[in-house]
């Protein structure tokens, strides 16, 4: 199947009737799947057609959720957590998107963990790996302020959080803040020195508002450890933005 490419759309991605079911269903070879549920491959499938057919706004767009699928694999591999929770999680955990300045905005994800949590019990999934699956989506969000109970529910939030930091994180913030109209710096005192930051103001305004203080809330040693990398990237660049500036 061929990979999915960036999907850049209108802002906002709500549940539609008739999900189209695209890949065959084959009995589960996998344990904590029940006979009639779908493999892991099989249901991989089904989300990765779900977000291609699926909107988002440009930071949450279907190359974010791509990211997030592969890092999520690699922080899950080394960190064991289940596979068969992390693919579907990781894939959908944006299956719902609400635009930034919504009031409902805090309500996405639990909004895209309703909607995963139907798809995937209606191809057949075993009600307990729904429920794991629907909890790592509630939970990945920074906005809801949901604590992850689960090692998979960690490692979504970690795999999410570190697409916001790094280059990818630092070109997302600029693409997002353009696409809002908003400048890059605020004139006076761009580098909030004097003032609370606020991220309605400017793009630097949201690195601490939010960016700089993601790798304190990662989830796992993995996370953690590569967050605090990407974070000194970030730094480097606002260092580099106040010398030129
Ligand atoms: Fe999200
Ligand atoms: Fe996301």
């Given at each position: 199947?061929?990979?999915?490419?960036?999907?850049?759309?209108?802002?906002?991605?709500?549940?539609?009737?008739?999900?189209?079911?695209?890949?065959?269903?084959?009995?589960?070879?996998?344990?904590?799947?029940?006979?009639?549920?779908?493999?892991?491959?099989?249901?991989?499938?089904?989300?990765?057609?779900?977000?291609?057919?699926?909107?988002?706004?440009?930071?949450?767009?279907?190359?974010?959720?791509?990211?997030?699928?592969?890092?999520?694999?690699?922080?899950?591999?080394?960190?064991?957590?289940?596979?068969?929770?992390?693919?579907?999680?990781?894939?959908?955990?944006?299956?719902?998107?609400?635009p930034k300045d919504s009031r409902n905005r805090p309500l996405a994800s639990r909004m895209a963990a309703s909607r995963a949590a139907a798809l995937?019990?209606?191809?057949?999934?075993?009600?307990?790996?729904?429920?794991?699956?629907?909890?790592?989506?509630?939970?990945?969000?920074?906005?809801?302020?949901?604590?992850?109970?689960?090692?998979?529910?960690?490692?979504?939030?970690?795999?999410?959080?570190?697409?916001?930091?790094?280059?990818?994180?630092?070109?997302?913030?600029?693409?997002?803040?353009?696409?809002?109209?908003?400048?890059?710096?605020?004139?006076?005192?761009?580098?909030?020195?004097?003032?609370?930051?606020?991220?309605?103001?400017?793009?630097?305004?949201?690195?601490?508002?939010?960016?700089?203080?993601?790798?304190?809330?990662?989830?796992?040693?993995?996370?953690?450890?590569?967050?605090?990398?990407?974070?000194?990237?970030?730094r480097s660049f606002l260092q580099q933005l106040r010398s030129e500036l």
């Amino acid at each position: 199947m061929p990979r999915l490419q960036a999907q850049v759309g209108p802002p906002e991605c709500v549940p539609r009737k008739g999900e189209a079911l695209p890949a065959p269903t084959r009995r589960a070879t996998i344990p904590g799947m029940s006979i009639t549920s779908p493999t892991t491959d099989a249901l991989e499938a089904r989300c990765e057609a779900i977000v291609r057919d699926g909107r988002g706004d440009t930071a949450h767009d279907g190359a974010h959720v791509v990211r997030v699928v592969a890092t999520a694999k690699r922080l899950a591999a080394i960190e064991g957590a289940r596979m068969d929770v992390i693919v579907p999680a990781a894939w959908l955990h944006d299956c719902v998107t609400v635009p930034k300045d919504s009031r409902n905005r805090p309500l996405a994800s639990r909004m895209a963990a309703s909607r995963a949590a139907a798809l995937l019990s209606s191809w057949g999934v075993d009600p307990a790996i729904v429920s794991q699956v629907e909890h790592a989506i509630e939970a990945h969000s920074f906005t809801a302020g949901i604590p992850p109970r689960t090692l998979e529910a960690r490692v979504v939030q970690d795999a999410d959080r570190l697409d916001a930091l790094g280059a990818v994180g630092l070109s997302r913030c600029l693409m997002l803040a353009g696409a809002m109209g908003k400048p890059l710096t605020s004139p006076e005192d761009p580098f909030c020195e004097s003032r609370p930051p606020d991220d309605t103001r400017s793009a630097v305004d949201h690195f601490y508002t939010k960016l700089l203080g993601l790798a304190g809330t990662m989830q796992t040693a993995t996370g953690r450890e590569e967050a605090r990398r990407c974070t000194d990237f970030l730094r480097s660049f606002l260092q580099q933005l106040r010398s030129e500036l």
